[in-house]
């Protein structure tokens, strides 16, 4: 098992450009969640899924979208970037019962 | 809602020494609780968890946690540090769902 699978693990962004950060799981888990990373603040949640076709908000959702067609993959949008999207991305997976979460490597993005 | 409240953002511990980090929570409903250990530049790693049953927790690499319901605490301790501990460390809740919420979390230091 690979675990949860992050790409890049590195990424430099224009301001206003759009891109997207991959996130694939191979242990079949029904839920997924995307968490950034700030110095002194913790993860904050910014979108989740219980299930391929559902997905919903978590606290800091504005500026990125989400979607989910299949198990395996929760890939989150970044529609026009912003400096202060700066950050480190996490994506985790967690089967239905209720189990710790597995998280990926992360994603460093900047936005310049 | 729920928050977490981690006491101390640094600690710094002699090799051999207590290690004692605090974690204070509110929530709704009874919570899960969670300890999340990330070495530099990785992916969080699950230490341990209280869902229900015995409030004394034991981990991954000599940790424990004790719940506290009437404190609402779940602090993490370690009888001996090691070199090898020095991370970052937080505390995370669940209100019996999908969803956590962290603390800012604890980096320790490890002094030989």
């Known amino acids: 098992n690979a675990g949860v699978t992050q790409t890049p693990k590195f990424q430099v962004l224009k301001t206003g450009q759009s891109m997207t950060l991959q996130c694939a799981q191979d242990?079949?888990?029904?839920?997924m969640s995307w968490y950034r990373q700030d110095p002194g603040m913790g993860l904050r949640l910014i979108h989740y899924?219980?299930?391929?076709?559902?997905?919903d908000q978590g606290e800091v959702p504005n500026g990125y979208n989400v979607s989910r067609s299949t198990t395996e993959d929760f890939p989150l949008r970044l529609l026009s970037a912003a400096p202060s999207q700066t950050s480190v991305y996490f994506c985790?997976?967690?089967?239905?019962?209720?189990?710790?979460?597995?998280f990926g490597s992360g994603t460093r993005l900047t936005v310049v | 809602a729920q928050s977490v409240t981690q006491l101390g953002s640094h600690v710094s511990v002699s090799e051999g020494a207590l290690v004692l980090l605090r974690c204070n929570y509110s929530?709704?409903?009874?919570?899960?609780l969670f300890w999340y250990v990330q070495y530099p530049n990785q992916g969080l790693q699950l230490l341990l968890k209280?869902?229900?049953?015995?409030?004394l927790v034991k981990g991954i690499n000599g940790f424990e946690a004790e719940f506290k319901k009437s404190e609402t605490s779940f602090h993490l301790t370690k009888p001996s540090a090691h070199m090898s501990d020095a991370a970052e460390y937080f505390c995370?809740?669940?209100?019996?769902?999908?969803?956590?919420?962290f603390g800012a979390g604890t980096t320790v230091t490890v002094r030989a």
């Open positions: 985790a997976s967690r089967p239905q019962e209720l189990h710790g979460y597995t």
């Open positions: 242990m079949n888990h029904e839920y």
């Open positions: 899924s219980v299930g391929a076709g559902i997905t």
């Open positions: 929530s709704s409903v009874p919570p899960y």
């Open positions: 209280y869902t229900t049953g015995a409030t």
């Open positions: 995370a809740v669940s209100p019996r769902d999908y969803k956590l919420s």
